[in-house]
């Protein structure tokens, strides 16, 4: 006969982190969709040459800096990506299968520096006329991108700032604009590269035949945790279903998991917690999906 062990007993340990868990990674797509693009390639650009230059350097080292992206080149030398609003493609070359192209326009990059008068009073009761600068640099840049295929993806305009109040010369100036270039060059990354996370999802602890298999695999590698969802293979108990289901997601067998988590939640007898961990794995196996994984 089947046993369909209730969730309910294991809900508030769940719940508060009492219980041991299964460290998952998850793969949050970026807001352009790259299609689970991995190689991203800098082309030449447009705007000032020194910014230019600066901010594509800037862009390259942000990109190799992402986990997501395995490979970077920069063709700012050797080529430059062309657009045509819906269409895109290289100057010179042809474009290389599997990769996102990036071109970072320089639209401004530029320093403010302004002064003010504020007075202050004096420990003798006098008051004093300060004068305090400031610089503002501001730059803004166009990212255009595109994919293997020549379809433009997306073109975005962004903008970093930095402000520095005190004494302003030439380093002070120039210290400010490489902050405000490096911060728009972050966020412009951070438009195109999915973002990685880990989420512990904890374990079901109330069947110890289970908790046999599946203790060893909770600090364990890859093939531990592969081995611990082979032995629970075929065992009817609720905690070795969803004990399963976490085990699989863990090594990014999410098409195998989701089945088992669905089954594990019908038939717990503590539903909202039950949807909220299928909820939660539906959601990391559609990013994983649109991320080609």
Request: glycine share 6%; net charge negative.
């Amino acid at each position: 006969m089947r046993h369909t062990a209730a969730l309910a007993p294991a809900v508030f340990a769940l719940a508060t982190g009492c219980a041991p868990s299964i460290e998952v990674d998850h793969w949050q797509p970026a807001a352009v969709d790259l299609a689970g693009a991995r190689h991203a390639i800098v082309t030449d650009a447009f705007g000032r040459d020194g910014s230019v230059d600066a901010i594509g350097g800037m862009g390259l080292d942000a990109l190799r800096q992402s986990p997501w992206f395995t490979q970077v080149t920069d063709l700012r030398s050797r080529d430059r990506l062309e657009t045509d609003g819906i269409e895109a493609w290289l100057r010179h070359g042809t474009m290389a299968a599997d990769a996102v192209y990036l071109r970072f326009d320089v639209y401004e990059d530029l320093a403010v520096v302004s002064a003010h008068e504020r007075a202050v009073e004096q420990p003798d009761g006098s008051v004093a006329i300060v004068v305090e600068e400031q610089v503002v640099a501001t730059t803004l840049l166009a990212l255009t991108v595109a994919d293997h295929d020549g379809v433009l993806v997306d073109e975005l305009e962004l903008e970093g700032r930095h402000e520095v109040v005190g004494p302003v010369d030439d380093a002070v100036i120039a210290g400010a604009m490489e902050q405000a270039a490096r911060a728009a060059v972050a966020v412009a990354v951070a438009e195109v590269a999915p973002r990685r996370d880990r989420v512990d999802v904890p374990v079901d602890e109330r069947d110890e035949a289970v908790n046999r298999i599946v203790r060893p695999a909770v600090d364990g590698g890859f093939m531990a945790r592969v081995a611990a969802a082979d032995a629970l293979a075929g065992l009817t108990q609720t905690p070795a279903i969803y004990n399963r289901a976490v085990l699989l997601e863990s090594v990014a067998d999410h098409e195998a998991a989701l089945p088992l988590y669905r089954e594990a939640a019908r038939a717990a007898d503590a539903p909202d917690f039950a949807e909220a961990v299928l909820a939660a794995a539906e959601a990391r196996a559609a990013d994983a999906a649109a991320l080609g994984m």
